[in-house]
Each structure stands twice: as structure tokens, then as C-alpha cells.
């Protein structure tokens, strides 16, 4: 469980790294949101919840309430009874499901790169291939400023021998050639009831094979050996979500950007899995909502600084949509300029005085005149009620209220939807 206790400290390099005050265990519940909702599977279930217990951080005031109040309750029960709360205060924080059997990411690609013999077959690799670009576009979404080797796990099940029945010795394969023909004589029995022959009346060994004959022992097939397999898990996605792009000193890049597979272009699975998504405004609406109530369970939300980090959130969207649809690699997608995507607001509907005003002068107008018009415009009605089968454009304005609608807004392009804004300032030290 991760428990994020505000201070003066933390609050200035929260400043420092463009986070508003620390809502680290928020963004951990952002990530595994935005991983549930693109089908990555890349992260561990998170979610917010209230604990509390004495090894977790408390000041001196706190923990001298609780020793007061348990104290009152045992000598005193009926006062005790009158308390809101016994013991120490609940604290707010994220719960992340623990996985089993990972290491960190680095130690396995020290392993691979210095013992080759040790690296996974190419069907385990293209596996991992897979994964590694499901993790780039999280991270690359998220826009994560602490993605190092040693805070992405790494699952690796080598090769193991499958267990199967032994192959007996006594299992000799049948040679028609040498069979004899087994046609008892008169003298001959059918039956022996004491003597057990271990070899078939149908099949018989030769005398002059059985000097030869050297039963090979049991060899490994590669069929009998089962495929290694990969897994990936993306944790510490605490420093993610910033309201803007790096622009001061550090550029906080990603550390998997030096990795040989970042070189490699994205796969046609990745692409199926999520241009799909990214192309639809209505999905990226839709995520931004629900980020926004994972945000609101902080105390200090702030709505302006919340659509900063969804404007980074959407250039980030914009930008890996852009390299998916020209299958560019990892390291080709953080070399694009890093944009913000802002949405456009409606237009805002005209002010109660202004309509009175306009109805005031439409009163001063002749009678006749109003008359005159209402009587011209009733035939172009009449007249307009059939175009509206024929195929084309429709010409009638829709209510406001269904222009507005989720599914109308929804199906609008990223031109129509959101304001594109290239950041031309960068940070001071940038090494790709």
C-alpha cells in the first residue's frame, strides 16, 4: 500500500516535477485505469482505499489521541462509548495487487545480454515484444517521469521437461519378416500353464539379435519440452499524469528507450489492439471522465489543473495515434514534439437580456408586416417536409440538446474535438 503524506518537502518537488502537490497514489489508480481500459493487462488491479495501522506514519498528536482515548474506553466504558472514533485516524492511500515470481526488469536483461544461452527462444521474444510496446504506450499515455528498468517486473518460466509415461523395455516393435507362423502340431500344447513366456507367439526375436540387442536409453525429444513464456508487470506509475511536458531542467525520459526492442517498429497486434481506441473521441472523452473521478478524491482537486493533465494526456494520444498509423518505433515516437491537446469549448447560448431584447423589438414591427411574413413562410414549409427523405445532407437544425448529445459529440474528429498546441520550449538537458 502506498501512503502519500503532504509536507513542505514534497510539496516543492512536486512542484519541481510539474505534479499538482502529491497525488502519487492517484496517478497508481489513473494507471491501472487507463491499462483496463485499453486491454493492456500490464498492471497489477489498483484501487483507492482507507486503512489504518500503527507502522504506518503518524505525528506524536495523533498517536497521543489514540493512547488517550483507548485508555478512557478501558476505564471508563460508558465515556468511551461517546467517542466517534477509537485508535488511530484512517489514511487514504492506494492498494496494488502484489504479484508473484517477478523480478525487476534489469536483471534479466543483464542475464539475456551477457550469458546469450540463457536468452528466450524467438516465439518467447516475439512475446516480449508484444509486451515491451504495451508498456511503452502506458507509460507514453500516462506520460511517466520514473520509468527506470528497476520498477517494471519481468517474469521469465524457462523451459521445463513435461513429465510423460517411461517406454518400457519389453515394448519390442513387431517385424512381420521374422514372425513365424505359430500353427500348434499334435505334439505341441496350447496352453502352458507353468512355464510364463514373456515374448509373443507372434512376434519372436531371432537367437543371432539377441546378442546385439542393446536397449538405447531415454532421450529428451523436443516435444517433450514445454515453450518459455514472459510476463510483464508495470508498477511505480506514481510520477505520472504531470499538467505539463518537461520544459525546465531534466527531461525525465523513459528507461527502456535505450533497449534494442524500442528500435524494432510497433507490430500489427499493437496497432489492432489500440488505433481503435485512440482514434475514437468519444473512448478518449470517456477515459478523461473517468480520470476525473479517480482525481476527485483528493482533498485539494483543482479543475484547472486537472485539464492541464488531461491536455498533456491527449497530445500524448495524438502523438502515439500519429506513430501507429505510420508504424513508427518506440524511439521514433519520443522524438516527437510534445503537444498539448486542448478541448474546444461550445459555443455558449445567448444571455436571457439579449433574447428579451430581441423580443421587445419585435414587437415594435407592424402587424401586417408579421402577418405578411408568417403567410410567406407557411408554403416553404410545406414545401421543405419532402426533401428530408431524399438522400443527402440534412438541412434542418437540429435542438441544442441533441447536438450536444455524447454519441454526436463522440463522432467528431481529433480536428473538431481538440485545439492542437506544439510546445516549442524543452528542458535544459536532453539526451535523445
Avoid at 466504558?77 to 502484489?98: A, Y
Avoid at 407592424?366 to 419532402?386: G, M, W, Y
Wanted: glycine residues 4%.
Amino acid at each position: 500500500m502506498r501512503i502519500m503524506k503532504e509536507g513542505p518537502f514534497l510539496l516543492e518537488i512536486s512542484k519541481i516535477l510539474n505534479f499538482p502537490k502529491v497525488t502519487g497514489y492517484l496517478s497508481e489508480v489513473g494507471a491501472s485505469l487507463v491499462d483496463e481500459k485499453l486491454g493492456l493487462n500490464i498492471v497489477p488491479p489498483t484501487g483507492v482505499v482507507e486503512l489504518a495501522a500503527p507502522t504506518f506514519y503518524y505525528d506524536r498528536l495523533d498517536r497521543a489521541k489514540a493512547r488517550t482515548k483507548e485508555r478512557i474506553q478501558s476505564r471508563y466504558p460508558n465515556i468511551g462509548r461517546r467517542f466517534h472514533r477509537i485508535g488511530l485516524p484512517e489514511k487514504t492511500g492506494s492498494f496494488q495487487l502484489f504479484v508473484k515470481g517477478y523480478q525487476d526488469a534489469g536483471h534479466w536483461l543483464r542475464t539475456w545480454s551477457t550469458q546469450p544461452e540463457t536468452a528466450p527462444p524467438p516465439v518467447t521474444q516475439r512475446q516480449f515484444q508484444l509486451l515491451f510496446e504495451k508498456l511503452v504506450a502506458l507509460d507514453y499515455i500516462i506520460r511517466n517521469t520514473d520509468r527506470g528498468n528497476d520498477n517494471w517486473l519481468i517474469k521469465y518460466t524457462q523451459a521445463d521437461v513435461i513429465d510423460r509415461a517411461p517406454i518400457h523395455q519389453n515394448d519390442i516393435p513387431c517385424d512381420p519378416a521374422n514372425a513365424k507362423n505359430a500353427v500348434p502340431g499334435d505334439d505341441e500344447k496350447l496352453i502352458d500353464l507353468v512355464d510364463s513366456v514373456t515374448i509373443s507367439d507372434e512376434c519372436v526375436i531371432p537367437d543371432d539379435e539377441h546378442a546385439n540387442f542393446d536397449p538405447a536409453p531415454t532421450e529428451v525429444e523436443w516435444a517433450d519440452v514445454s515453450i518459455p513464456t514472459v510476463e510483464i508487470a508495470a508498477i511505480d506509475n506514481g510520477l505520472a499524469f504531470p499538467f505539463k511536458h518537461p520544459d525546465e531542467w531534466r527531461a525525465y525520459p523513459f528507461g527502456w528507450a535505450l533497449l534494442p526492442q524500442a528500435r524494432i517498429p510497433f507490430s500489427q497486434e499493437t496497432v489492432d489492439l489500440l488505433l481503435p481506441k485512440l482514434d475514437d473521441t468519444k473512448f478518449v472523452r470517456e477515459l478523461c471522465e473517468d480520470l476525473r473521478l479517480v482525481f476527485k478524491n483528493d482533498k485539494g482537486f483543482d479543475k484547472k489543473i486537472f485539464e492541464k493533465q488531461m491536455s498533456v494526456m491527449r497530445g500524448q494520444i495524438f502523438n502515439l495515434r500519429e506513430a501507429l498509423m505510420k508504424k513508427k518505433s518506440p524511439y521514433e515516437l519520443i522524438q516527437m514534439p510534445p503537444q498539448l491537446m486542448v478541448e474546444v469549448k461550445q459555443k455558449k447560448k445567448r444571455s436571457k437580456r439579449l433574447r428579451n431584447l430581441e423580443y421587445e423589438e419585435a414587437l415594435t414591427y407592424d402587424s401586417d408586416s408579421v402577418l405578411n411574413s408568417s403567410s410567406e413562410q407557411q408554403p416553404r414549409t410545406t414545401q421543405a417536409t419532402p426533401i428530408q427523405d431524399q438522400p443527402g445532407p440534412s438541412t434542418s437544425t437540429s435542438p441544442p440538446e441533441v447536438a450536444s448529445s455524447p454519441t454526436s459529440r463522440g463522432s467528431k474528429s481529433w480536428q473538431e474535438t481538440y485545439q492542437q498546441k506544439v510546445q516549442t520550449t524543452a528542458p535544459f538537458f536532453r539526451w535523445w
